[in-house]
């Protein structure tokens, strides 16, 4: 199971701390953020693999969001800094038990999702 946690609401410029904590299984190779936004489809974030070595971002939030990961804890965190109006969305965890390209979006299992809404 997958929780997500640290949605809210945040003036545009500001940031937020998305954080994903992992129970009953524990042990995933890579993880990822998707978002949702209104009448949209769901997109790609941002994705780290098992180490934390290596990261892959959407070319929309790169310079602005940093995905890492604490395996002793379970968790993975998205940090996201300069938000935009347009940033606004649900944002789901994801994670998969099987190492793939970081540009992949196949992943297995899925947190419930937490909302960021980025108005003024």
């Known amino acids: 199971q997958l929780q997500a946690s640290g949605g809210g609401l945040v003036q545009p410029g500001g940031s937020l701390r998305l954080s994903c904590a992992a129970s009953?299984?524990?042990?995933?190779?890579?993880m990822g953020w998707f978002r949702q936004a209104p009448r949209k489809e769901r997109e790609f974030v941002a994705a780290?693999?098992?180490?934390?070595?290596?990261?892959y971002s959407a070319d929309s939030v790169k310079g602005r969001f940093t995905i890492s990961r604490d395996n002793a804890k379970n968790t993975v965190t998205l940090q996201m800094n300069s938000l935009k109006a347009e940033d606004t969305a649900v944002y789901y965890c994801a994670a998969r038990g099987w190492a793939l390209s970081l540009t992949n979006p196949q992943y297995t299992y899925w947190g419930q999702g937490t909302q960021v809404t980025v108005s003024s």
């Open positions: 009953g299984r524990t042990f995933f190779y890579d």
């Open positions: 780290i693999n098992r180490s934390g070595g290596s990261t």
